[in-house]
């Protein structure tokens, strides 16, 4: 039967090859040569702009995935669907549920680093100490670091756009249930019979009976695609602030070249 499932499933996949867009590669414009004190920035910015281009990538490939299997559901039998839904439905839908948040801390964490080593240059009284360890890099350190470049307010709204409220909402919180709880299911199935809810002001709880029903396939997959150009919409404005950067580091880089040596 599995064979017989991928195969209706390769059949219909190219229906679904308009769904979100590519990110572009090697659309950096650093100067070459490069002065030594450029490194750091050259190198992380190579690896952060592949890297959120795969995430994003792989991000959108698995989306065109969940539709093409959305849109077969119908045709299959009982049997059908539930082979379906376990073997290749709910790890996609599951992975494509946590990849917005994911593609959000990375984007923080890649701006936070290249606003920082710019800024060691362009403020050079500017403390090292005001970039934390990886660990803690969130949005606070991206804000401290991209405060000084005018394009850092338009990346900054859309990358705090990525998995937002309505996401959070439509899907019961699943990124957070996933990661601490028990999160609804995919398709099919009730999670949460039994809820407590507790107040703080009383001391006491009260337990509440009911259930959570599982999240309908095709109202994810809308919900993704949507999260897909928010996705894209943060890259593009994370692009445009490296092209400041790139301005300021192929200016200084001119001039350092030009001193005697």
Known sequence: ?????????????????????????????????????????????????????????GFTLNVRRLCTWESLMVSLHEEEQAEAQHEFIEPIATLCLLTPYMIKSRLLFATAHLCHLVNLVREADRPEGLLPGDDAIWMDSADRQGRPWRRYTRLKTRIEAIGGKKLKNATADFRNAFEHRFPPRIGTGITNFVTRDFNPATGRGVYLFGGTDALALKDVAALLVAELDKCYAAFAAFQALVADHETFVTAQNAARAARPS
């Open 1 to 57: 039967m599995h064979l017989d499932l991928y195969r209706r499933f390769i059949e219909a996949r190219p229906e679904f090859d308009a769904v979100g867009k590519i990110m572009p590669y090697g659309w950096t414009n650093l100067p070459n040569p490069l002065e030594a004190i450029w490194m750091a920035y050259s190198v992380m910015l190579d690896d952060f702009a592949r890297e959120l281009a795969n995430a994003m990538n």
